[in-house]
């Protein structure tokens, strides 16, 4: 399917009437029909239609129209549930935004897929999405000093002597993540590797000060310190990408044409949910088989909720009875990067070409790194990140000072920018493992609780972080949930 209309809304019902989302396409029952197993479910699912189910009352309830609720909503739909999408905004895709800036149709969230991220990768095959390829810069500003100080070196010279400084860092990749898709395989390995910071594997590695230039904007730029990303978060990629620095340069490079919210658009265009947009939901509250879910006021009730917000969310939403520690932690110590911030910048100045930019974690300028997207006779258009706290992106005079210190009388002409940490639905930005947490809470979390299961990419065993890791748990949590209403 092409996706023609990028911006067309989900379905969304007004207290639809009685069972009307359970009804199944003839497509359904015939593929169905041939399938001993399946066939049950859909007995029971269509038995269910006949039922008249009381006004908002559904089988499952979701909450959270991104890429994991989106996920589990298709998911559940197949097997005949009736499924409910609560979503907080007014728009579908939570940290993917496809947006406008000067003229462009630009990504403020999740931009890239690539062939090493399987599900998302499916996504795009299956809908026959058109896939824009991001040249690479041609020059990139890079830091001689650790406070500042920038030069312009040719990046393809600049890549080679950062690959060879930073692949030693992963030496040992094959045998702690031997499948990055079962991160615990080779739990004996990885427990005590799960202590350290990437700061503390670059003072391992002895640098001399020019390597350390080189791998500490590649190790921190994340999160804006090695010291609050854990090694094994990296070394997981760094698996997942085929351990190789070209792996890992490599899956920045392809973009949907019509954008990331249009391919959350299609995978909810092939459930069968109910989505209502602009209901955040604030209380969940379980008493025997039912568990009542509340938005604006209005109560839902459900035989189970999957929860498909980010888990620096999950603190944001009374649950009745409370969840367990391991997730009351982790929400409150947090996944999504809190101080993420993603800005389109026009700039313009003399002979500026295809460039990109990156900054040391303690370097004096609040901007992190800088990635071309398009130049124009007026200037270009290119994508700025930082995780800098106290640094006001949306500022285009604070944006251009902090940029000039990078490149020297650049001007910033617009400026558009997320805060993702300040959103109250995210509450970060993508997702980074601290030390501890991958042999610590995050097996925990990844269980139902009751008749409430998890999704989200913050906590998937493989591309945690990434849009496909958000595919990835909202098929996990639907099947969790599956399995807990006996489908
Ligand atoms: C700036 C940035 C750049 C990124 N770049 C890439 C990239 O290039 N490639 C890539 O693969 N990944 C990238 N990512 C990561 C990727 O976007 C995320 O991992 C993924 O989109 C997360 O999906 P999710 O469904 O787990 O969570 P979300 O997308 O956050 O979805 C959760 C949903 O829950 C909703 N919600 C929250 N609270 C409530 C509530 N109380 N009631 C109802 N609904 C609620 C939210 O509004 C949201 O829609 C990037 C992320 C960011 C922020």
Redesign the pocket.
């Known amino acids: 399917m092409t996706i023609e209309n990028a911006s067309s809304q989900p379905r969304q019902a007004e207290d639809p009437p009685a069972g009307i989302s359970r009804r199944l396409s003839r497509r359904f029952l015939l593929k169905a029909a041939g399938t001993t197993a399946l066939t049950a479910s859909v007995a029971a699912a269509t038995s269910g239609t006949a039922r008249a189910l009381p006004r908002n009352t559904y089988d499952v309830i979701v909450?959270?129209?991104?890429?994991?609720?989106?996920s589990a909503a298709r998911k559940l739909t197949a097997k005949g549930l009736s499924v409910l999408v609560?979503?907080?905004?007014n728009?579908?895709?939570?940290?993917?935004w496809t947006s406008t800036f000067a003229g462009e149709q630009v990504?403020?969230?999740?931009?890239?897929?690539d062939e090493k991220?399987p599900l998302?990768w499916q996504e795009v095959q299956k809908h026959g999405m058109a896939l824009t390829a991001d040249a690479p810069p041609t020059r990139s500003y890079f830091p001689t000093t650790t406070t500042g100080g920038w030069q312009a070196f040719d990046s393809m010279d600049l890549f080679t002597r950062q690959a060879q400084v930073v692949t030693p860092l992963f030496e040992g990749s094959r045998d702690w993540f031997p499948d990055p898709y079962k991160p615990f395989t080779r739990e004996d390995l990885i427990r005590d590797l799960d202590k350290l910071s990437m700061r503390d594997r670059l003072n391992q590695m002895r640098f001399s000060a020019e390597e350390e230039l080189l791998a500490d904007p590649a190790t921190s730029y994340l999160t804006g310190s090695a010291s609050t990303m854990g090694l094994t978060e990296l070394a997981h990629w760094w698996a997942l990408c085929g351990h190789s620095y070209e792996g890992y340069g490599s899956?920045?490079t392809y973009?949907p044409t019509v954008g990331?919210t249009a391919l959350?658009q299609a995978i909810l265009n092939e459930s069968k949910a109910t989505v209502k947009l602009s209901?955040?939901?604030?209380t969940v509250s379980v008493s025997g088989s039912q568990v009542s879910v509340t938005?604006k006021g209005t109560t839902y009730t459900a035989r189970g909720v999957v929860v498909?917000?980010?888990v620096n969310?999950w603190n944001?939403?009374q649950f009745a009875p409370g969840l367990p520690t391991e997730f009351t932690s982790l929400s409150t110590q947090g996944l999504?990067v809190r101080t993420?911030q993603?800005f389109m910048m026009h700039v313009r100045g003399s002979n500026l070409g295809r460039f990109s930019a990156e900054s040391p974690a303690a370097s004096s300028s609040k901007i992190t790194a800088v990635f071309p997207f398009k130049e124009r006779s007026d200037g270009n258009i290119v994508i700025g990140?930082s995780n800098a706290s106290s640094f006001d992106a949306s500022n285009r005079s604070t944006v251009q000072t902090e940029l000039r210190k990078i490149i020297p009388g650049i001007e910033v002409v617009a400026v558009s920018t997320?805060h993702?940490g300040q959103d109250?639905?995210?509450k970060g930005?993508?997702?980074v493992r601290a030390p501890g947490v991958l042999t610590g809470p995050l097996r925990a979390v990844q269980q139902p609780v009751g008749r409430l299961t998890f999704?989200?990419?913050?906590i998937a065993n493989g591309?945690n972080?990434?849009?496909?890791?958000?595919i990835e748990?909202?098929n996990t949590a639907a099947g969790q949930m599956a399995s807990i209403l006996g489908v």
């Open positions: 909450i959270g129209a991104g890429f994991a609720g989106a609560l979503e907080a905004r728009r579908i895709g939570g940290r993917v990504e403020m969230g999740g931009t890239w897929v991220q998302v899956i920045n973009r990331s959350v209901s955040p939901v604030t938005a498909a917000v980010p969310v944001s939403i999504g993420a993603k990140f997320q993702w109250p639905y995210s930005g993508w997702a999704a989200t990419s913050d591309w972080g990434y849009m496909d890791g958000g748990s909202g």
